[in-house]
């Protein structure tokens, strides 16, 4: 079984950044394709940017291109979302998931195998 643990989650005051980190179980992370995801409160969860195997391609929800950077190491296991220019429409609960294989769609949630319980981000403006 793949374990997902988000971290680096916080309160923030608009304009400023977070670093989110995803660390992930199993000797396999470098085969998964990573995701995140976020929830507000009272909507259904969206995507946000996905990133390939080996780093070298990602994909961002236009709501944060530009904004947020996606990227992984894999010989740590661990998926980053660096977060700038925060809004506070950016306050969600952030999820990161993987994937086995390579996604039809990688904005669906169905496409993804493995989720993290998720981290808060609070931005006040």
């Known amino acids: 079984q793949v374990q997902l643990v988000e971290s680096g989650g916080g309160l923030v005051q608009a304009g400023g950044s977070l670093r989110l980190s995803c660390a992930t179980s199993g000797r396999t992370f470098r085969s998964y394709v990573m995701g995140w995801f976020r929830q507000a409160p009272g909507k259904e969860r969206e995507f946000v940017a996905v990133v390939s195997e080996s780093g070298g391609s990602t994909y961002y929800a236009d709501s944060v291109k530009g904004r947020f950077t996606i990227s992984r190491t894999n010989a740590k296991n661990t998926v980053y979302l660096q977060m700038n220019s925060l809004k506070s429409e950016d306050t969600a609960v952030y999820y990161c998931?993987?994937?086995?294989?390579?996604?039809?769609?990688?904005?669906?949630?169905?496409?993804?195998?493995?989720w993290g319980q998720g981290t808060q981000v609070t931005v006040s403006s």
């Open positions: 998931a993987a994937a086995i294989g390579s996604p039809v769609r990688h904005d669906l949630e169905a496409e993804y195998n493995y």
